[in-house]
């Protein structure tokens, strides 16, 4: 049996990274033999190609093909052979990103996202999509406490930072039965509960 897709999303200092950690963890429990991955990234060419997204200066344009680039061969060589297999992948931001940050942050036409994304993945989509929703003081407030040197994006004003995060609450509501929200204000206990209920109702 083909294995699910799950991706977490949400603007930077949202909690992905913990709960993509604590997800992977719940699902092992669960017995699912289960593949964490991230975008940009998840394979070797897709890591190189993080690095230079992450730090190089480059035209707007050049920043969502190389998205798109590093996120075919990610679905290639890692998400669609695991699936095939019956092992899930749970993946710390996916194609959402690209329309949140590359359309909504950075102001690139949403029908170019589409042709895009329509090219690199013939129709696929995630079977579940989990948005962390925060205030963006709040995460920006949190990324600070964390101390770590800001890449291009989290060097980014509050007020992309806010596109970023409307236009994924905007995806959500268009999309409920794919795209669920958490709200990160809670504390992560209650995220985790939360969670649990949503995989355990949706997914099996
Ligand atoms: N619900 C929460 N309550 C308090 N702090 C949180 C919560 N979720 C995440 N954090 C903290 O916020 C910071 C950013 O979280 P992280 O998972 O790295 O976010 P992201 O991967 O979305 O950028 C971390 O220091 C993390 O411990
Ligand atoms: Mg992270």
Redesign the pocket.
């Known amino acids: 049996m083909r294995g699910k897709f799950i991706t977490l999303e949400?603007?930077?200092?949202?909690?992905?990274?913990?709960?993509?950690a604590w997800l992977i963890d719940f699902l092992k429990r669960k017995g699912i033999d289960v593949v964490p991955t991230r975008e940009p990234g998840g394979t070797p060419l897709g890591e190189k190609l993080r690095a230079l997204v992450l730090s190089e200066p480059m035209h707007l344009e050049t920043e969502a093909l190389l998205m798109f680039a590093a996120r075919k061969e990610h679905l290639d060589k890692l998400i669609l052979p695991a699936l095939a297999s019956g092992k899930w992948v749970v993946s710390?931001r996916f194609t959402d990103a690209s329309y949140a940050y590359q359309g909504g942050g950075r102001g690139l036409a949403e029908e170019k996202l589409r042709a895009l994304e329509d090219w690199a993945q013939a129709g696929f989509r995630p079977d579940l999509t989990l948005v962390?929703d925060l205030p963006t003081e709040i995460?920006l407030q949190?990324?600070a406490?964390?101390g770590h040197r800001p890449d291009r994006f989290e060097q980014e004003s509050q007020a992309f930072f806010e596109r970023v995060r409307q236009t994924y609450l905007f995806r959500a509501h268009a999309e409920p039965g794919r795209i669920k929200i958490l709200d990160?204000?809670?504390?992560?206990h209650n995220?985790q509960k939360k969670l649990e209920g949503i995989i355990l109702a949706y997914l099996f």
Do not use: P, Q, V, Y
């Not at 603007?11 to 993509?20: E, F, L, N, Q, W």
């Not at 990160?184 to 992560?188: D, G, I, M, V």
């Open positions: 949400g603007i930077d200092g949202a909690g992905k990274s913990t709960h993509h710390d962390f995460a949190r990324l406490e964390t990160s204000t809670e504390s992560l995220i």
